[in-house]
């Protein structure tokens, strides 16, 4: 009866909850799905979630988060734009007594008692599968490989850098030869591809793109292909997220593989949330979420079918 009555509070509890979600922008295909399934999922649990656009500005996160407090909402939802930089504004929201859930990026460990729980994947993990995948793919084969780096400062760019190298040290076979950021985003994708394939000989020299993105990667399969090469055959390509165009690309055989990420954060979030307002339960200081592998011989278009409609 308890468990019931438990249970009963927590959706009366959450029926009032008013949400204030500081999402960063529309940058990615991800990105707009994460922002279409948190409002779902609010609405799912009868909580009012109030989304402030920053248009990738980390002012702009700052501002909303302030209007957020002074609005008084029951809990504050940050997807930051990168990993520094937020102490006042979230010591602001402690002060106010208002808990706050990272999604989807990290921040600083120095800022870890300034929120209450971060739902995000492990990305350093994300970029190790990515890097394994290569050198299982490659074998002895000398491959050099450019990377696409999402927005810099971000955590997940950090991230996923540092675990594809991981994933390819010691291979002397494989070497990283240009890294730049394409901010996560299709347009900037492309023309960094671009920059690369003139810099590597008309792409002669790149056995390998990796992006810490789909998005870019789509602008870059764009690049090669205006280039004359072919994605997926003369180069290779990995990368994060497992967007619906990435296996639009995959059955194409213009895409080789993909680490998929979920974009529903925020049930994870709420459903901590709830219970913390409901009955004091304080949750862990990491909910993860899943990393999964996808390469071609994963039937990509049936992926692509059941992805869409997903917020995608
Ligand atoms: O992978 C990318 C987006 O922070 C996990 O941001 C997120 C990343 C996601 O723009 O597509």
């Excluded at 799905?33 to 948190?38: D, G, I, M, N, Q």
């Excluded at 020299?205 to 690049?223: E, F």
Aim: charged share 25%; hydrophobic share 40%; proline share 4%.
């Amino acid at each position: 009866a308890s468990a019931i009555a438990g249970a009963m509070s927590a959706n009366a509890q959450a029926k009032d909850l008013t949400v204030g979600f500081s999402q960063i922008g529309s940058e990615s295909g991800w990105r707009a799905a994460e922002t279409t399934v948190s409002k779902s999922e609010a609405k799912r649990r009868n909580v009012t979630l109030k989304i402030a656009d920053a248009q990738q500005k980390q002012e702009n996160q700052i501002k909303a988060i302030r209007s957020f407090i002074a609005q008084g909402v029951d809990a504050v939802f940050l997807a930051p734009v990168v990993s520094t930089g937020w102490d006042s504004v979230l010591k602001e929201a402690k002060e106010a007594k208002i808990p706050v859930v990272l999604l989807d990026r990290d921040i600083d460990p120095a800022g870890k008692d300034l929120y209450l729980t971060a739902v995000t994947s492990d990305s350093v993990h994300e970029g190790k599968v990515a890097g394994d995948w290569l050198v299982k793919t490659v074998g002895s084969k000398p491959c050099n490989v450019v990377e696409l780096q999402g927005t810099v400062g971000a955590s997940v760019a950090t991230n996923r850098k540092k675990g594809f190298e991981n994933g390819i040290a010691g291979q002397a076979n494989i070497k990283l030869v240009r890294s730049q950021t394409g901010d996560f985003t299709r347009a900037k994708g492309k023309e960094v591809m671009e920059s690369f394939i003139k810099a590597e000989g008309g792409g002669k020299s790149i056995c390998a793109v990796y992006a810490h993105n789909d998005d870019m990667m789509v602008g870059a399969i764009q690049a090669m292909k205006e280039a004359g090469l072919k994605p997926g055959k003369d180069i290779l390509t990995v990368s994060i997220d497992a967007v619906p165009d990435i296996f639009k690309a995959m059955a194409a055989g213009e895409a080789n593989a993909t680490v998929e990420l979920t974009p529903n954060m925020a049930g994870p979030a709420l459903d901590a949330l709830v219970a913390y307002k409901a009955k004091g339960t304080v949750p862990p200081k990491w909910i993860q979420t899943e990393s999964k592998l996808y390469t071609a011989s994963d039937n990509p278009k049936a992926i692509y079918d059941s992805k869409k409609g997903l917020g995608y």
